[in-house]
């Protein structure tokens, strides 16, 4: 059964970067060749919003009001993919999911599984 | 302002049929499929409805999903406590962007 798991600080300072990790666990990106990897994030009592996605060979998609800000990578040797965002501000403290995409070209794109999400906290 | 919209709340009793709107344009909804996500309290959000109507395994039958031009609905019968949760409505855009609603608590009194 396929599993994610995101890590990283839960604290964050204005202005710097926000970076987390999603460990895979229960399958491999690297022969996952019909799915996408993501994130997308939820803010307090709020509700749910894409970060972005990316393909075992590289291929990112960020949503657009987060480009310029977002850099999404894939690390198939250790089964991982990452997250980063800089020049945060209190507007990006949410809780942070990680997820697996179906094809979203041809098919309807839907997100299944979702890792059990992360708080992170934008604060001096 | 999420581009999806949805009503923010819906209620029923125990064994009604609740149904959740989601209104859309044509770049999204009118030209992809629509799925759906049920968040209980605390927890990360389950994908409920697949390609408008599609359940994945596992999913109860009492969940249904529906699609028509550039709206979709998702039906909940035989409402049980159980059922209390956000539901959100996603879809994908002509420019290959996600979005989502802004998602419907569901209250079962």
């Known amino acids: 059964q396929l599993q994610l798991q995101e890590s990283g600080p839960g604290l964050v300072k204005p202005s710097e970067t926000l970076s987390l990790t999603c460990t895979v666990s229960g399958g491999s990106i690297i022969s996952s060749t019909s799915h996408y990897w993501g994130w997308i994030r939820q803010p307090p009592g709020k509700g749910l919003e894409w970060i972005g996605s990316i393909y075992y060979n590289g291929f990112t998609y960020y949503t657009p009001s987060l480009k310029g800000r977002v850099t999404i990578s894939v690390d198939t040797s250790k089964n991982q993919f990452s997250l980063k965002l800089t020049s945060v501000t209190a507007a990006d403290t949410a809780v942070y999911f990680c997820?697996?995409?179906?094809?979203?070209?041809?098919?309807?794109?839907?997100?299944?599984?979702w890792g059990q999400g992360t708080l992170v906290t934008v604060s001096s | 302002q999420s581009v999806l919209t949805q009503p923010p709340s819906a209620s029923g009793t125990p064994g009604q049929m609740v149904t959740i709107s989601c209104s859309g344009s044509s770049s999204n909804i009118g030209s992809n499929p629509v799925n759906w996500y049920q968040q209980l309290p605390g927890t990360a959000p389950k994908l409920l409805i697949y390609s408008n109507d599609q359940r994945p395994s596992g999913v109860p039958d009492r969940f249904s999903g529906s699609k028509s031009g550039t709206s979709a609905s998702l039906a909940v019968s035989g409402l049980q406590s159980d059922d209390e949760a956000d539901y959100y409505c996603a879809a994908w855009d002509d420019s290959l962007n996600g979005v989502f609603g802004g998602g419907t608590k569901l209250t079962v009194l």
């Open positions: 997820a697996r995409l179906y094809d979203f070209w041809s098919g309807s794109g839907e997100v299944d599984p």
